[in-house]
């Protein structure tokens, strides 16, 4: 059973920059497409990005899509996502997950989750 754990997260002021990273133990995720999703409170989890198998097809929320990139080094298990000239309206707990199967937006295809890691944008 793959387990991802996020770390990263953190209190940041409005325009600063994070990378949050997901580390997968009890298996690879080298064949699987790995997701960053994010939930703020009273809100439904959203897609933020994805990159496939492959390491170069990549997907982006239009909300990320020019300040947010997504990276994978398979030899760590390890999935990155930068952000950059972060927005209050990043503020949320974000998640990684991996699909073995598809790459996709959808929450459904995933697989398997972690417990996510809290962003917080300060004004």
């Known amino acids: 059973q793959v387990q991802l754990l996020e770390s990263g997260g953190g209190l940041v002021q409005t325009g600063a920059s994070l990378t949050l990273a997901c580390t997968a133990s009890?298996?690879?995720?080298?064949?699987?497409?790995m997701g960053w999703f994010r939930q703020a409170p009273g809100k439904a989890r959203e897609f933020v990005a994805a990159?496939?198998?492959?390491?170069?097809?990549?997907d982006y929320a239009d909300s990320v899509a020019d300040r947010f990139t997504i990276s994978r080094d398979d030899a760590k298990n390890t999935v990155y996502l930068q952000m950059s000239s972060l927005k209050q309206e990043d503020t949320a707990v974000y998640y990684c997950?991996?699909?073995?199967?598809?790459?996709?937006?959808?929450?459904?295809?995933?697989?398997?989750w972690g417990q996510g890691t809290q962003v917080t944008v300060s004004s």
């Open positions: 990159i496939k198998w492959d390491g170069r097809t990549t």
């Open positions: 009890g298996g690879t995720v080298s064949g699987s497409a």
């Open positions: 997950a991996a699909d073995r199967v598809r790459f996709s937006r959808g929450p459904l295809n995933y697989d398997f």
